[in-house]
């Protein structure tokens, strides 16, 4: 089965401070990595995916993401936090090796970012 | 850019009765999926549907739940009779054909069962 852990519930950080957002995940196969992002009564949007090769992926808006696979982890960074980024943030994984396209989410962290 | 669509954003129902919730999936894509997240609770997959059949299911899609492409560019999730627990925003999402395409998401409905 695969799983994904998103130990903070909301992250706040100052307008302009770097920001990181947790993300651990289980797969019995090599992973697909995904982040989204949730604003307010829209659906989700594709920020970044890791599928092979380089462990730093660059995404939309500034972010990216560094997978780790000794830690099983992918966490979302951005060096420098803007107020519209105050969103809801989702790691999402899938197998590589199942053939199955199901994604399964984390249960999501909310960023605040401060003026 | 391409989008998926979603209609409608929001859909009062009495519960026994059936919804039909509608997307258009992104134009040249030929994956398709059906996600939900109750309010406060994970995004749940449901169904994915390729070359006009389910290639993969949850158990939360039972006997209630069907899918279907009625025509080149819709994708339908029918649930048959509504239960409270239906409650929840759904979620259309599509992708490519191979195995790392990303899948987009649509806006989604809500539905809500009184």
């Known amino acids: 089965a695969q799983s994904v852990a998103q130990p903070e519930d909301q992250v706040n950080v100052a307008e302009g401070n770097p920001l990181t957002v947790k993300c651990t995940y289980s797969?019995?196969?090599?992973?697909?990595l995904f982040w989204y992002v949730q604003y307010p009564n829209r659906g989700l949007q594709f920020l970044l995916k890791?599928?092979?090769?380089?462990?730093l992926v660059k995404g939309s808006y500034g972010f990216e993401a560094e997978f780790n696979k000794s830690q099983t982890s992918f966490h979302l960074k951005k060096p420098s936090a803007l107020v519209s980024d105050s969103a809801l943030y989702f790691c999402?994984?899938?197998?590589?090796?199942?053939?199955?396209?199901?994604?399964?989410f984390g249960s999501g962290t909310r960023l605040q970012v401060q003026p | 850019e391409p989008e998926v669509t979603q209609t409608p954003s929001h859909q009062v129902t009495q519960m026994g009765q059936e919804v039909i919730l509608r997307c258009v999936p992104i134009s040249n894509h030929l994956y398709f999926y059906w996600y939900r997240q109750i309010l406060g609770q994970k995004v749940e997959f449901l169904v994915s549907?390729?070359?006009?059949?389910?290639?993969?299911k949850s158990e939360i899609f039972d006997d209630q739940f069907s899918v279907e492409r009625p025509d080149g560019s819709n994708f339908t999730l029918k649930i048959r009779s509504t239960k409270l627990e239906d409650s929840a925003m759904y979620f259309c999402?599509?992708?490519?054909?191979?195995?790392?395409?990303?899948?987009?998401f649509g806006p989604g409905t809500r539905l809500t069962v009184l």
């Open positions: 999402a994984v899938r197998d590589q090796d199942t053939g199955r396209r199901a994604l399964t």
């Open positions: 890791y599928i092979t090769g380089d462990n």
């Open positions: 549907f390729y070359n006009n059949e389910i290639s993969e």
């Open positions: 797969v019995s196969g090599n992973p697909y």
């Open positions: 999402a599509s992708s490519h054909r191979t195995g790392s395409d990303t899948q987009y």
